[in-house]
Structure formats: structure tokens, C-alpha cells
């Protein structure tokens, strides 16, 4: 499975420009993506990945490569525990 895919596909649906989206880009700074859109797309990520995403966690994550990595992780312990 893509993440990155999956990820820019839930932000556009977020209606975020991803034009702008590089591993760098911060979600805050430069996405102007505050607390409650970093809920709806944790629940978006939820609702097309088989993970349950700690909002809290994902809500400390500064730019979209670190999500993306979040993202990889929890898909590879999931993974592992399967």
C-alpha cells in the first residue's frame, strides 16, 4: 500500500492544496492546517487504512514527511502483529 498516496489523497479531499506538499512541508506552518483538521484527516486516514491513528501522536507531527513516517510505522506494526 502507498501511504503517501493514501495521505495526499485524504489532504486533497481536506481540500488542502497539495500542489504546495513536499517531505518537508509543515502542516501548521506552511498548510495553515490547524488542530481539527489534523482530526478529520486522522478519521479520513482511519476510514482508508487498516490503523487506528492516536490523534494526540499525530497532532505532535510537524511536516508531512513525519506523518508519512507515523503513517509507516504503525502500517508495519500492524503488519508484524498480523
Known amino acids: 500500500m502507498n501511504i503517501r498516496a493514501e495521505l495526499l489523497h485524504v489532504m ?18 506552511d498548510l495553515d492546517m490547524d488542530s481539527t483538521e489534523i482530526v478529520e484527516m486522522a478519521v479520513a486516514l482511519e476510514k482508508r487504512l487498516p490503523l487506528t491513528i492516536d490523534d494526540a501522536a499525530l497532532g ?10 507515523f503513517l509507516q510505522a504503525l502500517m508495519d506494526k ?3 502483529v498480523s
Do not use: G, M, N, Y
Open 60 to 69: 505532535k507531527l510537524q511536516t508531512f514527511s513525519d506523518v508519512e513516517q
Open 12 to 29: 486533497q479531499d481536506l481540500h488542502i492544496d497539495i500542489s504546495k506538499v513536499t517531505p518537508t512541508t509543515r502542516l501548521k506552518d
Open 78 to 80: 500492524q503488519v508484524a
